[in-house]
């Protein structure tokens, strides 16, 4: 374990940059996971992280030290800060002092949809980007693709409400959705207010593409139109429309419901 | 309309109060709707606000000028405010000048829950709490109930996730959800991913009130063990759970679906 006590410390200032700075994280492909949960799930499902950064009085709580132990048992990099120096590149409120240092993988497209996925089209809320890989994840879909105008999803706040789905996704970003929707062997799902066909009366027993957009645009309409199928939520209420990740909730759980039947 | 263009005049002040201060708003019973969504939903759906406050840059602004232009054919208050003056009482970036001033509605629990419900235990994330608000105005839900832990409902942030659905809910706060639900009319249903039974196999053609907890804790356990089921949300994925948001929508929209076969 190393121990970094200075402000001036130029491995240090490298991640004040990293914890403050969405460009550079994007620049040096790499980002900041920050507590206990997310580092676990990462050591657990994807492994060794670039760096482990503690706090020193984290250093007596009992599941950092299981992380830290794991990680000198795999002769893994454990830099320990004073607490203050800790704060300072945390954004977690009264967290536990850990975080992981990993690599942000960039994905290229490689072959046409094949599997269940997910297209998303300028989706912005880091919280709604994050709840969609969650979901995602929880309903067994694997690949994510995001336009150029979507959140960055290894941001710290897209990766905190995501809770670990980063690392059992596959992830590609910047991509030209209209390209992929084109090629694509599965039908692609958009819901719209004005489609006339219901989501339940979709069959969705084989693979599908959901598409989703902007929190207030929606999806772009050159896009909506590739779509194979616009489907409707039933609303029951005088409410116009649902939260962008609720929406993706209720249509990844009806393909599970459908696909348990 | 009346124009104020000094910080140091006494409504001004209590406005930025208002705006900037959560305690302020409970103690007042007032809340600022800020941007052209919210104040057009209230308008339509509940009428006048005590005071509509607009930035002089927005009276040019088409859907601001019938919004003042409604009001002052209805006898209702507004104030007209320099644009350096609104954006300090605003939270939108990037919006459009205008916000209303209204009461926010305090109920008292009249009689035992025997209609369509939502119970909320502690649920802390505004994002999520306007999410779940927005989801139940959509899927016909009108009465919700939550704990004294739970986010303030009438929170700037909270209204702007909800985008209107508080206007045709009927919320109720600082509720004692265990007493509600020892005299609930109808079966509470609370999701666990302990369960064994699974949401799609309870028949929620009769209405039911739907239990959510805390992002991290979940339902309190004296809490649940009141619950009439338990219910669990079947993950094909190695990701533990779903956001709270999440799951409120697959439940809600569940019922919906079976409602509609």
């Known amino acids: 374990m190393k121990t970094i006590t200075s402000r001036d ?6 991640l004040v940059k990293l914890a403050g700075n969405a460009a550079t994280r994007r620049k040096l492909g790499r980002t900041l996971l920050d507590g206990v949960h997310l580092c676990q799930s990462y050591l657990q499902l994807r492994g060794l992280p670039e760096q482990c950064i503690v706090s020193e009085s984290a250093l007596q709580h009992g599941e950092v030290m299981d992380i830290v132990g794991q990680l000198e048992a795999r002769h893994g990099h454990v830099l320990a800060l004073p607490d203050s120096l800790f704060k300072a590149i945390s954004q977690v409120e009264h967290g536990i002092g850990v975080m992981f240092s990993v690599a942000t993988p960039e994905r290229s497209v490689s072959g046409p949809l094949a599997v269940n996925a997910v297209l998303l089209d300028g989706v912005q809320d880091p919280g709604n980007m994050g709840s969609i890989l969650r979901s995602a994840a929880a309903a067994g879909i694997r690949e994510v693709y995001c336009s150029a105008g979507s959140a960055y999803c290894w941001s710290p706040k897209v990766l905190r409400a995501a809770m670990g789905a980063h690392f059992v996704l596959d992830i590609y970003e910047n991509v030209d959705l209209a390209e992929l929707v084109r090629n694509a062997r599965v039908s692609t799902l958009a819901t719209s207010g004005y489609a006339t066909q219901r989501l339940y009366d979709v069959d969705l027993r084989q693979p599908v593409a959901w598409l989703f957009g902007h929190e207030g645009q929606g999806v772009a309409d050159d896009l ?4 194979t199928h616009q489907v409707v939520i039933p609303h029951l209420g005088q409410v116009e429309s649902l939260n962008v990740a609720a929406c993706a ?5 009806e393909q599970v419901r459908q696909n348990q039947v």
């Open 249 to 253: 909730a209720v249509c990844f759980f």
């Open 224 to 227: 909506l139109s590739l779509a």
């Open 9 to 14: 410390n130029a491995q240090y200032k490298e």
